[in-house]
């Protein structure tokens, strides 16, 4: 077991450009949660889902702004027509279940310049 | 909609030394989770310590200990014997047991233990 795997480490990108990030949680987990952290903040929530299924979503998460599950395993965040207000670290967790210990991933660094 | 404070942005400790990190947060609901996750330097968030709002009994992790005063809405977190190893970000964070399972995270402390 490695532990949840997010990737890209660090994304810069031009604004206006799409990006994608990807997240494989523990094995066995069903339960994957998205959030976002900018410098001097704590993570804010963005999205979680229950194997497939994406149960909330915050209102963070704009438009622009889409995740998948598909097969209940990995997931991915995709960002479209980038912004610079999009740079931040985005990071992702992952639990066997709503009362047991969230397990995070250690993040994706967007710059959008 | 809950909220959680964290009102020391910066504070350091010699090693060895006892330091106290301050939380408070609020809420309507009564029953639910409260957390201390610590985020060394470029590497993941990990949990120290979790105290669930129903238990009188404070939460103790070896070294880590927590203060949980449910009226006044208070959660400090005590690190004992404090070590280099422990200088890193604590965040503070709360979780309803019921409903939405996100977390809300304080601000977050920087604790820097000096050698």
């Known amino acids: 077991d490695t532990g949840v795997s997010q990737n890209p480490r660090h994304k810069i990108t031009k604004r206006g450009q799409n990006v994608t990030f990807r997240c494989d949680p523990i094995?066995?987990?069903?339960?994957l949660y998205w959030y976002r952290q900018t410098l001097g903040q704590g993570p804010e929530f963005l999205t979680y889902?229950?194997?497939?299924?994406?149960?909330?979503k915050s209102r963070l998460l704009s438009d622009r702004f889409s995740a998948e599950r598909p097969k209940g395993s990995f997931s991915t965040l995709e960002i479209q027509r980038t912004e610079q207000g999009d740079s931040a670290m985005y990071l992702c967790?992952?639990?066997?279940?709503?009362?047991?210990?969230?397990?995070f991933g250690q993040g994706t660094r967007l710059t959008v310049v | 909609a809950q909220t959680v404070t964290q009102s020391q942005p910066e504070m350091s400790v010699q090693e060895a030394e006892t330091v106290t990190l301050s939380c408070t947060y609020d809420?309507?609901?009564?029953?639910?989770?409260l957390f201390w996750y610590k985020q060394p330097p470029s590497r993941q968030m990990i949990l120290v310590i979790r105290?669930?709002?129903?238990?009188?009994q404070n939460a103790t992790e070896n070294r880590f200990s927590v203060n949980f005063q449910k009226a006044a809405k208070s959660f400090s977190l005590k690190i004992s014997d404090s070590q280099l190893g422990d200088t890193a970000m604590y965040f503070c964070?709360?979780?309803?047991?019921?409903?939405?399972?996100?977390?809300?995270f304080g601000t977050g402390t920087r604790l820097t233990i000096i050698p």
């Open positions: 967790a992952s639990s066997l279940g709503p009362q047991i210990e969230a397990f």
């Open positions: 094995s066995e987990h069903n339960r």
């Open positions: 889902f229950q194997n497939e299924a994406q149960l909330e």
């Open positions: 809420t309507s609901e009564n029953n639910y989770y």
């Open positions: 105290q669930e709002a129903y238990k009188q």
């Open positions: 964070a709360f979780r309803t047991i019921f409903g939405n399972e996100k977390l809300t």
